[in-house]
């Protein structure tokens, strides 16, 4: 791959990750294992606070899994880089907000990306699908994710048959939060990574964690874990200034400044 497939910019506390690989942004291993570096400097980067994820162009956001490579000879199973395919979906640790901007279609692997983000706005063109039933294999993370995220019979619908939902139906379901004219969306993006660039970083920490973490426990254990401080994140945060901060800045009643420590 050419670095320009996967293009970035950062702003701020705002980093911008475009892929751009036509005419599809379908990922192969390379591509993948460049979103896993690029994902991971991220996490570790204590400058950055939230990542926009978008695809070049205004058609597709992300066919997924480059078939032209898998005819080629790349294992589905192999060796996708640091984070798993797609860079984000197994990357340890990470607990920075992300929004994804879905600008087109987005199916397979492209929409098992997208449901990694935590929030998802979507072009009022885009469509969703999880057409690896036709291609006779599994949509593994999808299969793992959109269950817990939909209701279950529109998930299975989804995985057994390869159905197309629009973005108007994906929103009906819960798993895009706003749809946009495609003219905006990458300002919307922008918008609401603005607002969370300006939160404090330790909560979102805490929040990811909490949230990832606590998925399949019960309530009263997942909540002992909590006020424990058995979460790294939480007794980061509750050992932290920017705790203070924000009990100080509610007293002042003026705006906290967040150091991110």
């Not at 899994?65 to 294992?75: S, T, V």
């Not at 907000?97 to 199916?107: D, E, K, L, S």
């Not at 200034?241 to 009990?247: F, H, I, T």
């Amino acid at each position: 791959m050419t670095a320009a497939e996967v293009k970035t910019r950062t702003d701020g506390g705002i980093l911008e990750v475009i892929i751009d690989r036509p005419k599809a942004n379908a990922i192969d291993r390379a591509t993948s294992t460049r979103l896993g570096e690029i994902f991971s400097d991220f996490r570790d980067n204590p400058k950055l606070r939230v990542a926009i994820i978008s695809g070049g162009g205004d058609r597709f956001f992300s066919a997924g899994w480059d078939l032209k490579a898998a005819a080629g000879g790349e294992e589905v199973d192999g060796d996708y880089g640091i984070g798993g395919f797609g860079g984000i979906q197994e990357l340890e640790n990470f607990n920075k907000p992300v929004i994804c901007a879905v600008n087109g279609i987005c199916c397979g692997g492209g929409f098992e990306i997208a449901l990694c983000a935590d929030i998802i706005i979507a072009a009022d063109h885009a469509t969703f699908a999880l057409p690896e039933i036709r291609s006779g294999t599994v949509a593994d993370a999808a299969s793992i994710k959109l269950p817990k995220r939909i209701p279950y019979h529109i998930a299975m619908e989804m995985l057994l048959t390869g159905r197309w939902l629009d973005a108007v139906e994906g929103n009906r379901w819960g798993f895009v939060n706003e749809i946009v004219p495609a003219a905006q969306l990458m300002e919307r993006a922008w918008e609401i990574a603005r607002v969370i660039e300006a939160g404090p970083p330790l909560v979102y920490a805490a929040i990811k964690e909490v949230v990832r973490e606590a998925e399949n426990m019960q309530f009263l254990p997942a909540l002992k874990k909590i006020t424990g401080r058995e979460f790294s994140t939480v007794d980061a945060l509750y050992s932290s200034e920017d705790q203070l901060e924000g009990a100080r800045a509610f007293a002042e009643k003026r705006d906290p400044v967040w150091q991110g420590k």
